[in-house]
């Protein structure tokens, strides 16, 4: 379609429209990157998946969700210009993440490097956002 | 042209193995101990030591051409005994984050190791009979 001054107005919004789709699919899609287990390819490592499960998100003033799939809820309603939250509140989230050595409250001895689900789900952010504009032309057009 | 993740690996390594006045060095997430280049033995570090690692994710190919971009960072844990205050660890968080700064370019294979940030240290937290602060490279390596 070509836009003229006349139509500026559909313009802006099909741009709105776009950014939106965008914004809501990679952000979903990031989380879920977060959350894959190293038996599926991804970095975070799944047992009992009680780290998994501890997953809360939330949109500053608007939605919000617990458990393993509640980003799939949230992201869906975001819109430009809002802030998410995405924390995963199991008590040693922090500990699988970022690396940890020596005995934990049960006695049990651990010497790991972190998983870092983290940080290699947000390098691959440029990659994602790519992927969710691909995606957003076909359904927005 | 190729490059491997193993030659990344060693680019990355040999540049911080190169920072003066560094600690042992624990190379590697499946290393029992410090990896020494004379002996090629395993023996557990005294405190501080490093303990370095990568955190990669899956490479892309962005162009028509049969080459890669790979996309991520040099992880390294700064471990220094519980009750030192934060001075020791953030000395020697900062060596690390002025040995690798932004734009800095290593060889690896045929490609190149881009440093794309400057690197930046998480908060410390006690961990175990340690005191660990993560400090984080982010790179980019292209054949």
């Known amino acids: ?141 | 042209m190729s490059m491997t993740e193993k030659q990344i690996a060693a680019a990355l390594r040999t540049r911080l193995e190169a920072t003066a006045s560094a600690p042992p060095i624990v190379w590697g997430a499946n290393a029992p101990g410090v990896y020494s280049t004379d002996d090629q033995q395993y023996v557990t570090p005294d405190l501080p030591f490093w303990l370095a690692y990568q955190v990669k994710t899956p490479p892309e190919r962005p162009g028509v051409e049969n080459w890669n971009a790979y996309v991520g960072r040099l992880v390294v844990a700064v471990m220094v005994n519980e009750g030192t205050f934060e001075n020791e660890s953030e000395d020697l968080a900062q060596k690390i984050i002025d040995q690798f700064p932004a734009d800095l370019e290593l060889t690896a294979g045929d490609g190149h190791i881009k440093v794309t940030a400057i690197g930046y240290a998480d908060d410390g937290a006690p961990d175990g009979a340690y005191f660990r602060t993560n400090v984080h490279i982010r790179y980019l390596a292209m054949e």
């Open chain 1, 1 to 141: 379609m070509k836009y003229t001054f006349a139509t500026l107005d559909q313009w802006t919004k099909k741009t709105e429209k776009r950014i939106d789709a965008v914004l809501k699919d990679a952000t979903q899609s990031v989380i879920a990157v977060a959350q894959t287990s190293k038996g599926h390819g991804g970095r975070m490592p799944v047992i009992t998946n009680t780290l998994r499960d501890s997953l809360e998100s939330s949109i500053a003033g608007g939605a919000s969700g617990e458990g393993e799939s509640s980003h799939i809820l949230v992201a869906p309603t975001m819109k430009g210009g809002d802030v998410a939250t995405f924390t995963w509140t199991a008590e040693y989230a922090r500990r699988v993440n970022n690396g940890f050595t020596g005995a934990d409250s049960l006695g049990r001895n651990y010497s790991q490097v972190g998983a870092h689900f983290v940080e290699g789900a947000v390098d691959q952010w440029p990659a994602i956002v790519r992927a969710s504009i691909r995606k957003a032309k076909v359904a927005v057009g």
